[in-house]
């Protein structure tokens, strides 16, 4: 069984300062990581998907997030957010072969102008 | 809009009457979920669907929950006798290929049913 932890619920952050949102997950198996967002009213749109390879992968909307097996994080940052930004933002784990997903309670992201 | 498509956007039922939610996934995709989403909480898998069959069905209430996914039409999530706490959002997702589960899901904007 996999399971996901976003620890923070809110986070507040002032317009082009930089953010972090944190996720951990636990696993027996090897898994695919993904961020999903959420703006009001609307269904989860994919940020980005950690698969193999490289740590660190980029997604939309200027957003990246690195992969560390030994702490089993996924944190998702932004060097710069703009208004635009607020939403509600997901972390998902999946076992590899299988497509079953696994969502974090969720971080709302609230940029301040 | 290629997209996956649910309706109704909202739909709101009175204690035991039935709700019916409707899924039409992305063009080509033949693989349905379904996820249910309350207030503060992030979304539950409920049931995993390939045409005309069900995957799995472990996070389905075991009563009064049901959903199909026929070999035409949308695949829809059935609730009968609605209590207040069928209250939720609900999304569907879907898929192109469940051997590849790198594959992510494409979602559709949710069902927010409320019930009365």
């Known amino acids: 069984a996999q399971s996901v932890t976003q620890l923070d619920s809110q986070v507040p952050v002032f317009e082009e300062a930089p953010v972090e949102l944190r996720c951990n997950y636990s696993s027996s198996v090897s898994v695919y990581l993904f961020w999903y967002v959420q703006y009001p009213n609307q269904g989860l749109q994919l940020l980005l998907k950690?698969?193999?390879?490289?740590?660190l992968v980029k997604g939309i909307n200027g957003f990246e997030a690195e992969f560390n097996k030994s702490q089993t994080s996924f944190h998702l940052r932004k060097p710069s957010v703009h208004i635009s930004d607020t939403a509600e933002y997901f972390c998902a784990v999946t076992p590899r072969g299988y497509q079953k997903v696994t969502f974090g309670t969720g971080t709302k992201l609230q940029v301040i102008p | 809009n290629a997209g996956v498509m649910q309706n109704p956007r909202h739909l709101v039922r009175r204690r035991g009457q039935e709700a019916r939610l409707r899924c039409s996934p992305m063009k080509g995709h033949s693989h349905v979920y379904w996820y249910r989403q309350l207030p503060e909480e992030g979304l539950k898998f409920m049931v995993y669907l390939q045409k005309e069959n069900i995957i799995d069905e472990s996070g389905m209430p075991k009563e009064r929950f049901s959903a199909e996914f026929p070999k035409e039409g949308p695949s829809i999530l059935r609730i009968q006798q609605v209590v207040r706490g069928d209250s939720a959002a609900y999304f569907c997702?879907?898929?192109?290929?469940?051997?590849?589960?790198?594959?992510?899901?494409?979602f559709g904007d949710g069902t927010r049913l409320s019930i009365l």
């Open positions: 997702a879907s898929s192109l290929l469940q051997e590849s589960s790198n594959q992510p899901q494409h």
């Open positions: 950690y698969l193999s390879g490289s740590t």
